[in-house]
């Protein structure tokens, strides 16, 4: 009669309670996900092609489930891991399909101007918030958030300039439903602004919100759309890190326009780590990319890997579909709506003059 360790005992004990907890939700996210693979199936079959791939399937169907019906607490674990913890791990597999030779491809002017792109969007987003009647805290938020990635970015901004809860909750309300609305419209415009695949998968780096969200928004395009909008957005988001850091160095003035009184109601800004700064996926994703350069992948691993990603976007899409509050548009207020819209058009618009004068074909 052999005796299981205490440790392996432990290990195995809270294994199954971490699958217990998020057995529900993944199960929901993954039968919205045949649900929407069934219906790209009946869109080849009576159509002749699918006209709307299975990830933006997924975020509909997911919309519609979390309209008619919220989901209680049982549910949101398991949908709080596919929307983030899947879609890391596909963002990660993606870095198998990037080989160096695409990232040369991409060129030194490009990399600056993307670099360019966020600094000055960052400018004009805040002015636009300043200019509706948004504190100067909220302006900053919603500048960064709609800048770099989001509400990632508002949470690693949020602590250095001693944002409240009040602050990040009202800035962050309408971004999960307008991000679903790019990642939805933002194809549209290829046969409309002219674009290649090329120039589109750079307009969607430089302008959907979250790394993830742009594998949503590029595969209609094909897959060198994905790989062109994934890098580009990539070193969009390392744009965060240079951003902390001039907040960082502004943040104290911040806090004494703000007044003694405000200033010592608010936790002081505490510095955030290099992890908080470089997500580990993007580490994965770049690590991935080294070994596909570096022929340590092999080539037969290639497709499975792909579409290994594939499939765990599009579980994490119907997540995101789940987790889309239609009511937080009224609940933003039209401040922040306006300002979040009006951004988000100006960085498309600055995206897309970094395009041309770029000459990308």
Known sequence: MTLESPDRTSLVDRAASGAKRIGPGLL??????????????????????????????????????????????????????????????????LGASLSAATVAATGAPLLLGIAAVVFVAIGLSYGIGRLLGLSKRMAILVACGNSICGNSAIAATAPVIGADGDDVAASIAFTAVLGVVVVLGLPLLIPVLGLSVHQFGILSGLTVYAVPQVLAATAPAGAVAVQIGTLVKLVRVLMLGPVILVLSLLSSRLREETGAQVAAERPAPRPLGLHRLVPWFIVGFVVMAAFRSAGLIPSVLLPPLATAANVLTIVSMAALGLSVDIRSVVQAGPRVTATVVLSLLALGAISLGLIRLLGVA
């Open 28 to 93: 929901l996210c993954l039968a919205v996900s045949v649900a929407a693979l069934g219906a790209e199936h009946l869109e080849a079959l009576f159509f002749h092609r699918a006209w709307l791939e299975a990830l933006v399937l997924a975020i509909l169907l997911g919309t519609l489930v979390r309209t008619l019906w919220k989901p209680d607490k049982r549910w949101r674990p398991g949908i709080s891991f596919s929307a983030k913890t899947l879609l890391e791990i596909a963002v990660v597999l």
